[in-house]
Structures are given as C-alpha cells and as structure tokens.
C-alpha cells in the first residue's frame, strides 16, 4: 500500500513538472496509417515531445472509438510504452471528418511529405511554427503518403530535407522529427510571450527544457 501511494505521489510530481511544457493547440493528425504499431510509436513520440493530443484517420476502423478500449490494447499499448494512458487519442472515418472538426475549432493544419506536393512547400527548418494559434500536423499512410484531398485542405506541406539514395523516413522517425522542432518553436514562444501575436512579454522566460536533475516517474 506504501509503496502504490509513492507510486502516485511520483507519477502526480511528474504530472506537475511537464504541465508548464505542454504545447497547448499542438495537434498530430495520423491519416490512415496501414500499422497499429506505428501509431503506438507516434504516440510514444507526441507525449514525450509535449504535444497536446493525437488524432487518428481511421477507414478501416482498426482502432475502438473508445479511449479506454485503446488503452487497452496491447499492439498499442506496448509500442507506445504506455504513452497512451497520458495522450488523447481520437479515431474520425474519414480525412474530410477530421479536417471539418478541426476547422470548426479554429485550426489550421499542415501536411508533411517527402516530395512537393502543388502547395506552398517548404523544407521543415524554413517553417515558422508559431504563426497559427491552434496547428495541427498531418503524416500521412506509410504506404502511399499524405492524400490529395489533405494536401488540397492544408495551409502548406512540410518536407525533411534527404541526401541519401532512399527519400523518405518511417512514420515514427519523421513524426519525431517534425514535431521536436514544432514543438521546440511553440515551447519557446511560450516562454516568451503569454497571450498569442507577442503579446503579454513576460519579464523572465520561462524555461523550455526540464533540468536533467528532475525525478522522472517510473
């Protein structure tokens, strides 16, 4: 019984230490993923990032509309490292369900791609990831990639830059990749600036890393 109490003592610490770290209306979206592994893997990527929730594109209906159900499976479960009892999930049937919600709660969203895909196209360090109040980040099927209905309804598609033979990444490598400098740059204007446009500068930044000398909760 001491030892549970401990237990929640540490996991609520650790819940605390994070909170200020959060990147608040930072959304990954996943459309149509082919693995449920990989969708533990970006979850295990979006939680430990400080990225607000994961949404999921899901026509095959692979995953449970319940959140408790999700938490429970153990394809998920395992690969996420339990990241998903700490990460909002939300499945949708379909890209255009998902970007109507998204819409109507005041998001704009971005698609990520190895290839230019007929929008505004940048390479993923030219981005400034700021601008939007509420952003959602889009990656795409391992098998085919982002759709052209997602680039159609995006602002801008985003692409890591490749210099070797193969050019493209897994989905965990590249929803790493691209939301730690997401995340970083929406980290550190929080630090900056309460309120969005630079506004409320606060006198002292806060920080944007936790010191490596935090208790970490098993």
């Known amino acids: 019984m001491e030892e549970k109490t401990e237990s929640k003592k540490s996991v609520r610490k650790r819940a605390d230490e994070i909170k200020p770290f959060r990147c608040k209306n930072l959304i990954a979206v996943l459309e149509n993923p082919t693995d449920v592994k990989n969708i533990g893997t970006v979850i295990r990527n979006v939680n430990a990032l400080g990225v607000e929730k994961v949404y999921v594109v899901d026509p095959r209906r692979s995953l449970p509309d319940d959140w408790q159900d999700l938490r429970d499976r153990k394809s998920v479960s395992k690969t996420s490292v339990s990241a998903v009892k700490w990460t909002f999930v939300r499945r949708f049937d379909s890209t255009d369900e998902c970007f109507d919600h998204l819409e109507k709660k005041g998001f704009t969203s971005i698609v990520t791609s190895p290839h230019v895909k007929g929008k505004a196209s940048i390479f993923l360090h030219e981005g400034d990831y700021t601008a939007h109040t509420k952003l959602a980040v889009w990656?795409?099927?391992?098998?085919?990639?982002?759709?052209?209905?997602?680039?159609?309804?995006?602002?801008?598609?985003?692409?890591?830059?490749?210099?070797?033979?193969?050019?493209?990444?897994?989905?965990?490598?590249?929803?790493?990749?691209?939301?730690?400098?997401?995340?970083?740059?929406?980290?550190?204007?929080?630090?900056?600036?309460?309120?969005?446009?630079?506004?409320?500068?606060?006198s002292t930044p806060l920080p944007t890393v936790i010191s490596p000398e935090a208790e970490i909760a098993s």
Do not use: H
Request: net charge positive; aromatic share 10%; charged share 25%.
């Open 139 to 202: 990656f795409g099927s391992e098998a085919i990639g982002i759709s052209d209905l997602a680039v159609q309804r995006s602002a801008m598609c985003v692409s890591i830059p490749m210099f070797g033979m193969i050019e493209s990444l897994n989905l965990g490598t590249s929803s790493g990749i691209v939301l730690y400098e997401v995340a970083k740059q929406r980290r550190e204007y929080q630090s900056k600036y309460r309120w969005r446009n630079q506004r409320g500068e606060r």
